[in-house]
């Protein structure tokens, strides 16, 4: 299972013309792989990642997750294929304050219509090195912590595909360090394919490869560590 974007271009309205965001974009990221995505504000990272998520169409091209043709499905079904086959990571937690760690999860696995909730909710908290704070409300924890909460409710539907939206910007060095080792233990542990957007390059060696967005475009992707398996 992976992710393909295949000669995306995306626009938006601006003025009298259109503003483009993404020109000819074409990304393979396979399953096992972490691609980490840089680039300057407003190069358009932001956009490759909504596209990715089915969140927005693009004017042209086509998006496939997991074998699905995103471009191929009406609202539902691409509200489906997000919620069935694909796992997001947004910048902030934004936990709900009233629920303890695990219950953040088990209310992701009840909207996902997954049994066993409390049981997954622990096995995930586990796998982020979080099974002893499961009963933890968010002012609890510490904003590393939070974030592995975070990883871990994005995983609650075995996605194929991670998107993964600035996940250190709020962490300090050694903080942001572990949470991206995390993201790649965890991408090949769970053969997700997962795009990585990121200001932080100071541990891009925990991606598999790594491109840069400038205008739109994509430059040539470069090896930055452990080769993908599968």
């Known amino acids: 299972m992976s992710l393909h974007l295949v000669d995306v271009t995306l626009t938006y309205p601006d003025g009298d013309g259109r503003l483009t965001a993404l020109d000819s974009v074409s990304l393979d990221v396979p399953r096992g792989s972490l691609t980490a995505v840089?680039?300057?504000?407003?190069?358009?990272?932001?956009?490759?990642?909504?596209?990715?998520?089915?969140?927005?169409?693009?004017d042209r091209g086509r998006v496939v997750v997991a074998g699905n043709d995103a471009g191929a499905l009406d609202r539902a079904g691409r509200a489906a294929l997000r919620r069935d086959r694909i796992g997001i990571v947004f910048q902030q937690p934004n936990l709900l304050p009233s629920l303890t760690a695990a219950e953040?999860?088990?209310?992701?696995?009840?909207l996902a219509g997954r049994g066993r909730r409390e049981r997954r909710a622990l096995e995930l908290l586990d796998a982020v090195g979080l099974a002893d704070l499961a009963g933890r409300r968010p002012h609890q924890l510490s904003g590393g912590q939070r974030q592995r909460v975070n990883i871990a409710r994005a995983l609650v539907n075995d996605?194929?595909?991670?998107?993964?939206?600035?996940?250190?910007s709020a962490l300090d060095h050694e903080r942001g360090a572990a949470v991206l080792d995390l993201l790649a233990a965890l991408t090949r542990e769970r053969g997700t394919a997962t795009v990585l957007v990121t200001h932080d390059h100071a541990h891009l060696g925990s991606a598999d490869r790594t491109v840069t967005v400038r205008d739109g475009r994509l430059a040539p992707a470069a090896p930055t560590g452990i080769p993908a398996r599968g």
């Open 104 to 110: 953040q999860l088990q209310v992701m696995a009840h």
């Open 38 to 58: 840089v680039g300057p504000s407003g190069s358009g990272k932001s956009s490759l990642l909504a596209v990715a998520a089915t969140l927005v169409a693009p």
């Open 159 to 168: 996605p194929a595909v991670l998107l993964v939206d600035e996940p250190t």
